[in-house]
């Protein structure tokens, strides 16, 4: 069998590009390199020019540059990793899947079965590339088991990542990726990383968040997410966030 090298990726991260997230993707990507990680995925919602920037970055730090959205599907949230364009949101699932992986990247399931944050529905989840199994985010830790029975049980790659929205919890919890040396030795780049995601060529690694800085989270992003729903109706405020936008 073939030697492997392992890389270390956090794939679901956010920055100030989502309603709810606050750190520049400079300083994520300088953090990621300080804590010794080879990547991080920016997953802003629903909104990919900062993840498109941090990609192009990426590599002035030493890392491996792949961009990222979270897309707010009909149905729940999914991670499209890998992809150049974002996927449009309010489309059905499976739909989404599709538009994903005709863009080159890989449907990843964050959070499933966790309706409070807008995770998919165990009926919903009938084809996708990987599931996020470990959360760091998460208050207890019986959704992770469960996303990983899950994940088990249908055969698909498991991933694990910090959905981090401020920059002390940015790997919290993360991916280590296994590569074979004869791509290694001829250069790593995004899409050999997500090819081996996509084989299931992954560990997880990490440790949950602690519950107040997780409730502090979820907390902040429902009261800035009721700000700009409301502010978006009044005249004087015209516009709403990207990460609100559909079109």
């Known amino acids: ?45 629903d909104d990919i020019e900062q993840s498109l920037r941090a990609a192009r970055l990426a590599p002035e730090y030493g ?22 364009e974002r996927p449009s949101p309010g ?16 449907a990843i399931v964050p959070h499933p079965f966790q309706r409070s944050r807008h995770g998919v529905r165990k009926r919903k989840l009938r084809d996708c590339d990987a599931v996020e199994v470990y959360n760091s985010m998460l208050f207890t830790g019986y959704r992770n088991r469960r996303a990983g029975s899950f994940a088990r049980r249908h055969d698909y790659p498991q991933v694990g990542a910090s959905d981090a929205h401020s920059i002390r919890n ?30 299931g060529a992954t560990t997880i690694r990490g440790r949950r968040t602690p519950i107040h800085r997780s409730a502090r989270q979820y907390t902040n992003g429902a009261a800035k997410k009721s700000l700009f729903l409301t502010t978006s109706r009044l005249p004087v405020i015209p516009t709403l966030p990207a990460s609100f936008r559909q079109s």
Request: glycine content about 10%; aromatic content about 2%; overall charge negative.
């Open 1 to 45: 069998m073939e030697d492997t090298v392992t890389v270390r990726i956090d794939p679901h991260v956010h920055s100030e590009g989502s309603y709810d997230g606050s750190e520049p993707v400079e300083l994520i990507l300088e953090h990621a390199r300080d804590i010794g990680l080879d990547g991080v995925v920016v997953t802003d919602h």
């Open 63 to 84: 890392l491996i540059g792949i961009p990222g959205v979270e897309v707010s599907t009909a149905d729940g949230h999914l991670l499209a990793v890998g992809v150049d």
């Open 91 to 106: 489309k059905p699932f499976l739909s989404t899947v599709d538009e994903i992986r005709a863009h080159g990247g890989v």
């Open 170 to 199: 940015i790997g919290r919890a993360y991916t280590e990726i296994h590569l074979p040396e004869s791509v290694v030795s001829e250069g790593v780049d995004s899409q050999s990383v997500i090819d081996a995601l996509a084989d």
